[in-house]
Structures are given as structure tokens and as C-alpha cells.
Nanobody, 116 residues
Framework: QVQLVESGGGLVQPGGSLRLSCAAS????????MRWYRQAPGKERGLVAG???????TYADSVKGRFTISRDSAWNTVYLQMNSLRPDDTAVYYC??????????WGQGTQVTVSS
């Protein structure tokens, strides 16, 4: 079992920055990759960014150059640094973990609102 807890969401003005954190606990040594997803009202949940055990990263086209995913070496925490935020970045952001046992885990989500 892996437990994921997100934090760092909030209200920010357009052009501002936020850093989301995802604290992982439990059998974190089994984690193969971790990702951030987001879901806006009335829309499907979509991938924002991901990072693998080897350190490879991937980003949605809409966030490339603005968002950066990073993690500590022990998979204790994964971060999403979000810069140049736009109103269409408003969503609930979810942390996700995929393990070597082919199991998936989700956090409870954290709200990000970009508005003036």
C-alpha cells in the first residue's frame, strides 16, 4: 500500500506561481513512477506531468516550459512547480503513483484556482 497526500494548492493571480507537494508513505520502495493529473469542472482528468524512477520526465503540451516536476531520491515527496499560471490551469490536482506490482494509487486532490 502507498498513501499519497497533496498540499500546496490555493488561489493565485494569473502569472503567479505555486508549488504543489505530494507526500508518499507506505511501500514507497515499490514506486516505479509518479505523476500529477488535473481535472477541471466538466472536463476529464488529464495528465499534467510525470517522473520515472530513472528521472525521466514528461509534460502535457499545455504546461511545457511553465511547470516542472521533481522528486527526492527516496520517493518521499514529489513536487510540481507551477509558474506563469493561467486561468485555464484552474483544476483539482491529483498525485498518482504506479508501482512495480502494477498497482495504482491516487491522492485526494488539491484545488488550484487561478483568478484575479
Amino acid at each position: 500500500q502507498v498513501q499519497l497526500v497533496e498540499s500546496g494548492g490555493g488561489l493565485v493571480q494569473p502569472g503567479g506561481s505555486l508549488r504543489l507537494s505530494c507526500a508518499a508513505s507506505g511501500m514507497i520502495f515499490n514506486i516505479n513512477n509518479m505523476r500529477w493529473y488535473r481535472q477541471a469542472p466538466g472536463k476529464e482528468r488529464g495528465l499534467v506531468a510525470g517522473v520515472t524512477r530513472g528521472g525521466s520526465t514528461t509534460y502535457a503540451d499545455s504546461v511545457k516550459g511553465r511547470f516542472t516536476i521533481s522528486r527526492d531520491s527516496a520517493w518521499n515527496t514529489v513536487y510540481l512547480q507551477m509558474n506563469s499560471l493561467r486561468p485555464d490551469d484552474t483544476a483539482v490536482y491529483y498525485c498518482y503513483a504506479f508501482t512495480t506490482g502494477l498497482r495504482e494509487y491516487w491522492g485526494q486532490g488539491t484545488q488550484v484556482t487561478v483568478s484575479s
